[in-house]
């Protein structure tokens, strides 16, 4: 019984990006102001940016849950370290969420393990320091909202399944109503730094000008594509 416990406290923590296939489509409010095959670099450059960070944090096995199931040779092309490819499962957004958590916990017995959107342009290892810390510590849940009203982190070292439930995903009160349902349920949840995701064209004019204020190694991606702007934005 020793040894178990032990085994428990020394597993080893998993980091997974959730991420659809850039040849695949998504982004689609940006559709009227950049044209294809433009906005499918754009969504290659997004990914990338997170597949570097996720990479170059160490200490922790670096996994992608991916969309749709054809796509994970296009997203392994992306990834500058070797990461393991799974396909998502599940209806909904919470529901394959949690299949990808359960995969990580229970199957592979990783702890913690912590979900990462694909499109968080200023995503450093800070925020996944900051998540796996807390988990280690304090155990619980570590959730990383985005000023959309979602969140763009979620991290646990054993699965609470009522936080994925009844959630009206791609809404605005997702973050809100993951923390009611987790203080109804007596989940204790640690919210670490915020971010934000690029789904609107005042979200990519955002991350141009935030770019100007970081460090040159940041979103190295992105920054390519804001240079190689081939078509640019159009519209207003």
């Not at 529901?95 to 913690?112: T, Y």
Request: proline share 4%; charged share 25%; net charge negative.
């Amino acid at each position: 019984m020793e040894r178990d416990a032990s085994a428990e406290r020394h597993r080893r923590a998993a980091v997974a990006v959730f991420a659809r296939a850039p040849s695949s489509g998504g982004k689609s409010r940006l559709v009227a102001h950049i044209a294809e095959p433009r906005l499918t670099s754009l969504r290659a450059a997004l990914l990338a940016d997170t597949l570097d960070v996720v990479c170059r944090f160490g200490g922790v096995d670096p996994f992608v849950f991916y969309t749709p199931h054809d796509g994970g040779h296009e997203i392994a092309a992306l990834a500058p370290c070797a990461v393991t490819l799974v396909a998502q499962r599940g209806g909904d957004l919470g529901a394959r969420m949690l299949a990808a958590l359960r995969d990580l916990i229970e199957v592979r017995r990783h702890a913690p393990a912590v979900l990462v959107g694909s499109d968080i342009p200023l995503l450093a290892a800070e925020h996944l320091f900051e998540a796996t810390d807390a988990l280690r510590r304090n155990g619980g849940v570590v959730v990383g909202g985005a000023d959309d009203g979602g969140y763009y982190l979620i991290g646990m070292n054993e699965i609470h399944e009522g936080l994925f439930d009844r959630i009206a995903w791609g809404g605005d009160s997702v973050l809100i109503d993951t923390l009611t349902r987790a203080d109804r349920l007596g989940v204790d949840v640690r919210l670490v730094r915020g971010g934000y995701d690029v789904d609107t064209i005042d979200d990519l004019r955002r991350v141009e000008r935030d770019l100007a204020r970081e460090p040159p190694e940041r979103a190295r991606h992105l920054r390519e594509w804001f240079v190689d702007g081939t078509s640019g934005f159009t519209g207003s």
